[in-house]
């Protein structure tokens, strides 16, 4: 007696191919969309883990430009962590008022600051720690800024403690600890 099972309908057949299709054409697109954005995080954002050197007597960080040619850096402000924006034009740490309670830091006097965009109010403020990977600075002379958004831009009074050297699109910053 020969037991055969009965081949499915074409039909059938058909449906459960192209339920394949749609599956297998489905996924390849989320991949390609997930590729995608991690490229494009990683051309905004190439810092997420900068090259460090650490000796005896220095510490050193690269970081690379993004493809709008600035430097980004993920770092800590009184132990909380924050993006930095590296910004040589400006005098001071500019932190945006709206961060500015949960880095625990408070106004300490109002002062006009001169900016890209014209003259603005700010308030002085002192940063008790500010850390940049590897290298830590201490006691620097910041302004909270109530008009400003985006990253902290990270001024010549932090900068100004390090010693800073460009080219072909890597930034490296350096201190010396005594």
């Known amino acids: 007696m020969n037991h055969r099972q009965p081949s499915p309908p074409a039909a059938t057949t058909r449906r459960i191919g ?7 054409w489905g996924l390849a697109l ?5 590729q995608f954005g991690s490229w494009e ?19 050193q960080i690269e970081l690379q430009a993004n ?20 910004d040589t034009g400006a005098t001071q740490v500019a932190i945006p008022s709206g961060l500015a309670p949960q880095l625990g830091l408070a ?3 109002a002062v006009i600051a001169h900016t890209a965009n014209g003259r603005a109010q700010a308030q002085r403020t002192r940063i008790q720690t500010l850390g940049i990977g590897p290298i830590m600075l201490y006691d620097v002379d910041a302004m909270i800024m109530p008009t400003m ?3 902290i ?3 010549m009074s932090a900068l100004g403690q390090l010693e800073l050297s460009q080219r072909d699109n890597i930034l490296r910053l350096s201190v010396h600890p005594q």
Do not use: C, M
């Open 41 to 59: 995080t990683r051309r905004a954002f190439p810092n997420g883990s900068p090259s460090t050197q650490q000796g005896e007597d220095f510490v």
């Open 149 to 151: 958004e985006g990253p």
């Open 30 to 34: 989320l991949v390609a969309i997930w």
């Open 107 to 109: 106004g300490q006097g």
């Open 153 to 155: 831009l990270l001024g």
């Open 67 to 86: 493809h709008k040619g600035h430097y980004l850096v993920d770092g800590t402000i009184n132990g909380q962590p924050v993006r930095l924006l590296i």
């Open 18 to 24: 192209t339920a394949f299709w749609v599956l297998f």
